[in-house]
């Protein structure tokens, strides 16, 4: 490479442009150094050194503001344009760098080192790299669109590399930064290493760009296509009168609005949705959501009420009618309806009906909407766990609907009925939230006056709303939610309120469920206690009627056959109809046996007989325990185990027994998990009479907890468990003497047959229920 030293040229700075060698280019001139340095130019050889400056905005640059490398060229032709502007065109002929700026005034001027370029051996690597550079300047302008295909002709004629980097980069759009590397390049090899480089960076880019232009013109295709469909759609419309339509369907909202009688707030939200929606171009997909959200609005019962009726005697007459027992359910209802008639501003309470299934909880909440003359509407709860089920969606999901809570009030139609939320205990939640949340606000009477639901987003007025809920226990309802409601227990039917609601309700509704006549068929009383007694044990009436359902549908059969066929169900056929009697309560009754006692205890479902089984034996003193029992019955047979070992001279048994006497203790279903505080006192006296060999009287069962001291401690399910034990034939039941008080609920007729016996020490127990040592 030669350098030519001393050559003094006049320099003009370049702003956003780079010239090379062998390049043609055009620019105008209106900086007055600019010009002056042009004017020496022309006096002299028409040369002049053209470099770019670094900050393109700098109107008066000095030294260091402009690179050190740039181009030595030829002025071609100058051209005066108006404004005192110059357009001027030059040829750029070759590289050089200033050496020294010799004059800033009036105009740059420079002495320069001249780099000329010898001819480069032509190595294989060489050719290599410039037929790349070919081939992706051949690629750069089929994907650019910008550069002449003519032009590539003239490109692979070039056979100096030199030349063909600083031709190819003529045409490049790239930035000023890799122009300026690019110029800076004095080396012809290294120069097209680098070119190589950028173009194969800058084809992907272009790639890319053609990528998301493509995407974009075919979406604007689209979008211009849908808009002149529409435009054209909305002439058409004009045309057939149809924008008139959407006019007539606005002003049909407005009078909806005006007659639901909304309060402020949703009127002044329905008529700001119903502005937006007459804004809308015809056939957007928002005027549908508009449009059913504006439905809900208008047609939920902002402020209509049925008026309950004022006579008290109608009302019991009603729940009498519909209803056999259930007189605390009953009698709260009345007292409901005595306040309201005092307090019209009442708020609605928030009733739960706690009890076994069968008993009728769900059928008192309608007779309850009966007597009332209110709508009845019902949500079950049974396995729902998303708290959309009771909030309702946010409209800005696709497909959004409000809660079934508002959903059912605009299904009852009227802002008071009766609102039956069935199986609360059996709610459960997971990741989208937990509907016994939800319900907090639902079921407080001071927060449910303004209830909002995620999809109305106004409030909602539910107080006037008599909310009851079904649950078969407690235990599984949440403490927050529990306190909000007011807890009736309704507890299993005697086999006389089981008699009394069969020949009331379920023989003439199964009798026309079955298309039979009342001349059709008939039941005895006896056959009807004998189905009571010997084919269902529970304590509802479920099981009841689907056995009165199974004697209609065989007695239908009959009736088929022979029209002219009445057909008469007594004792003696009773069991052609229903087979063998499933329970005999009376056999349990007929022996007394050794280290068996009958125990009580409660469930879900009502009260339950538990036989505890004590069996003795040789060994040393180990405690068996089998049954399926839970952690507190195994407490309980531990605890009395103890007391037995410190009291054993009490009761006539050897001291040292827990020496060398293994005892078994068994509560029978050992399928069925058994657990519960009630069952101590009960296998203490199965242990005493299986050790002392004392028999228990058959005809008694027990219920009560024990303390290591002997003391009996009370429990719950009093009544269930009474009833239990009645329909077992039991006669006499050992209560804890602080359950006296629960004995009034018990049926007066179920009082009349059983003794109850209180006892505070296990002493007293035992003195009742073994035999030889009643007192």
Request: proline share 4%; aromatic share 6%; hydrophobic share 35%.
């Amino acid at each position: 490479m030669d350098e030519i030293k001393n050559n003094i040229y006049p320099l003009l700075p370049l702003r956003g442009m780079t010239i090379f060698p062998h390049m043609v280019l055009h620019f105008d001139v209106g900086r007055t150094k600019s010009i002056l340095a042009l004017e020496e130019a022309m006096v002299k050889d028409q040369m002049i050194f053209l470099v770019a400056q670094k900050d393109v905005k700098e109107e008066n640059p000095r030294e260091d503001d402009i690179y050190r490398i740039g181009c030595v060229s030829k002025i071609k032709q100058i051209l005066k344009l108006p404004g005192d502007m110059i357009r001027v065109l030059v040829e750029g002929l070759y590289r050089a760098e200033i050496e020294e700026i010799t004059k800033e005034e009036p105009y740059f001027e420079c002495r320069l080192y001249i780099h000329t370029e010898k001819e480069n051996e032509k190595t294989v690597e060489v050719e290599a790299l410039m037929r790349q550079a070919i081939s992706h300047f051949e690629e750069y302008v089929n994907q650019s669109n910008s550069i002449p295909d003519e032009i590539l002709s003239t490109i692979t004629d070039i056979k100096e590399p030199g030349k063909l980097s600083d031709v190819i980069t003529s045409y490049l759009i790239i930035s000023l930064e890799q122009r300026q590397e690019l110029l800076e390049a004095v080396d012809p090899v290294l120069r097209l290493k680098k070119l190589i480089e950028i173009m194969f960076r800058e084809i992907d880019i272009l790639k890319m760009e053609k990528k998301i232009g493509m995407k974009v013109k075919r979406k604007i295709d689209k979008m211009q296509k849908e808009y002149y469909l529409r435009e054209q759609l909305k002439v058409i419309q004009e045309e057939l009168g149809d924008r008139d339509s959407i006019e007539a369907e606005v002003e049909e909202y407005k009078n909806k609005i005006n007659k639901a009688k909304l309060p402020k707030e949703a009127k002044d939200k329905a008529l700001y949705e119903l502005s937006r929606y007459e804004k809308l171009t015809v056939g957007s997909p928002e005027g549908g959501i508009i449009r059913t959200y504006l439905d809900w609005l208008v047609e939920l019962p902002w402020a209509k009420e049925t008026k309950d009726i004022d006579d008290i005697g109608k009302v019991r007459e009603v729940l009498e009618k519909e209803h056999y027992g259930l007189e605390d359910v009953k009698q709260r209802i009345l007292e409901y309806f005595a306040v309201r008639k005092l307090n019209k501003s009442m708020k609605g309470p928030i009733l739960c009906l706690v009890g076994p299934p069968g008993v009728g909880k769900t059928s008192i909440a309608r007779s309850i909407a009966n007597a009332m003359n209110r709508k009845f509407v019902r949500m079950s709860l049974g396995g729902v766990r998303d708290e959309a089920e009771i909030r309702g969606h946010r409209r800005t999901y696709i497909g959004a609907i409000p809660g079934r809570i508002i959903y059912n009030i605009k299904l009852a139609g009227t802002k008071n009925p009766v609102f039956l939320f069935d199986e609360i205990d059996k709610m459960s939640s997971d990741f989208r939230g937990d509907p016994a949340d939800a319900l907090l606000e639902v079921l407080d009477a001071e927060q449910n006056h303004s209830f909002r639901d995620h999809y109305l987003e106004i409030p909602f007025d539910l107080s006037k709303v008599l909310f009851i809920t079904t649950a078969n226990t407690t235990d599984t309802i949440p403490r927050p939610l529990l306190d909000r409601m007011e807890i009736i227990q309704i507890s299993g039917y005697t086999d006389e309120e089981k008699f009394n609601i069969c020949t009331r309700y379920l023989i003439p509704r199964q009798i026309k469920e079955n298309g039979l006549k009342e001349d059709n068929i008939s039941l005895s009383d006896k056959a009807v206690k004998d189905v009571i007694s010997f084919y269902t044990r529970e304590s509802g009436v479920r099981n009841l009627e689907r056995k009165i359902g199974t004697i209609c549908r065989k007695a239908a059969m009959e009736i088929v056959e022979n029209p002219n066929k009445t057909v008469k169900i007594n004792q003696s056929n009773l069991q052609k109809y229903l087979g063998v009697p499933r329970y005999k309560y009376e056999e349990k009754a007929k022996k007394d046996q050794i280290g068996v006692v009958m125990g009580l205890a409660w469930t879900a479902y009502g009260g339950d007989t538990l036989p505890v089984e004590v069996v003795p034996m040789a060994g040393n003193g180990k405690l068996e325990l089998t049954g399926q029992l839970g952690d507190v019955m195994k407490e309980s047979a531990k605890a009395g185990y103890s007391y037995i070992r410190a009291n054993a001279s009490k009761f006539g048994i050897d001291e040292e027994f827990y020496k060398n006497t293994d005892i078994h203790i068994h509560v029978p279903e050992g399928a069925v998990p058994k657990d519960g505080p009630s069952a101590g006192v009960t296998m203490v006296t199965a242990m005493v009479s299986a050790l002392s060999k004392k028999p228990v009287r058959s005809d008694i069962a027990m219920t009560g907890e024990i303390t290591l001291t002997g003391r009996v401690l009370a429990i719950g399910g009093v009544k269930e468990k009474s009833l239990s034990a009645y329909r077992a034939g039991i006669t006499n039941i050992i209560l804890p003497a602080e359950n006296k008080k629960d004995i009034e609920k018990i049926p007066e007729n179920i009082k009349k047959k059983i003794k109850f016996i209180f006892a505070e020490r296990i002493e007293e127990v035992l003195d009742a229920a073994l035999k030889g040592e009643e007192k």
